[in-house]
């Protein structure tokens, strides 16, 4: 198993400019999410989603979009890029409301 | 509102040397509580988990944390720590009132070990 794989590790952008993180994972797991990390502020939940079709919003989701089209996907989206979204963004797999989550490596995204 | 709060922001301590990291937990019921570390460019590992039963937790790398409901707390403790240790650790909390059991994060404590 992969795990939970994310692209790309590094990206920078201008601000106003979208982009798509990728995130997936081969463990057929249904709970996946996305965090953001900051210096000093841990780890930030931005949305989640529990099974394909179903998504919710978490702690900080202005800003971003997300789909669940399949159980393996979960793209991140940044319709309009401003610099407080440059950060490192975590995707995250479970296979249930108690089980153990998987992290992926993260992205570190600049938004200059 | 549900919260995870880790009192230290860094902490520096000998190689040999005993560590505990506090975290205390806010929720309105008992919570689950994880302890997660994240070496330099990594993602987060988990280091053990809570969720009912005996209080005190085993966990990789010879790590325990033990809950203390009297207290809110779920401090992690390791009895003589390795250079390799040098990390950032998280502690985290699922609540039951949070919908699908989503975590909520401390802010972190970043472990320096002196040779």
């Known amino acids: 198993n992969a795990g939970v794989t994310q692209t790309p590790k590094f990206q920078v952008l201008k601000t106003g400019q979208s982009m798509t993180l990728q995130c997936a994972q081969d463990?057929?797991?249904?709970?996946m999410s996305w965090y953001r990390q900051d210096p000093g502020m841990g780890l930030r939940l931005i949305h989640y989603?529990?099974?394909?079709?179903?998504?919710d919003q978490g702690e900080v989701p202005n800003g971003y979009n997300v789909s669940r089209s399949t159980t393996e996907d979960f793209p991140l989206r940044l319709l309009s890029a401003a610099p407080s979204q440059t950060s490192v963004y975590f995707c995250?797999?479970?296979?249930?409301?108690?089980?153990?989550?998987?992290f992926g490596p993260g992205t570190r995204l600049t938004v200059l | 509102a549900q919260s995870v709060t880790q009192p230290d922001i860094h902490i520096t301590v000998s190689e040999g040397a005993s560590l505990e990291l506090r975290c205390n937990y806010s929720?309105?019921?008992?919570?689950?509580l994880f302890w997660y570390v994240q070496s330099p460019g990594q993602g987060l590992q988990l280091l053990l988990k809570?969720?009912?039963?005996?209080?005190l937790v085993q966990g990789i790398k010879g790590f325990e944390a033990e809950f203390k409901r009297s207290q809110s707390s779920f401090n992690l403790r390791k009895p003589s720590v390795h250079w390799s240790d040098a990390a950032e650790y998280f502690c985290?909390?699922?609540?039951?009132?949070?919908?699908?059991?989503?975590?909520?994060f401390g802010k972190g404590t970043k472990l320096s070990v002196i040779p």
């Open positions: 995250a797999s479970r296979l249930g409301q108690f089980n153990e989550q998987f």
């Open positions: 809570y969720f009912s039963g005996d209080t």
């Open positions: 929720y309105g019921a008992t919570p689950y």
């Open positions: 989603s529990v099974g394909a079709g179903i998504t």
């Open positions: 985290a909390g699922a609540y039951s009132g949070a919908g699908s059991y989503q975590l909520t």
């Open positions: 463990m057929n797991h249904e709970y």
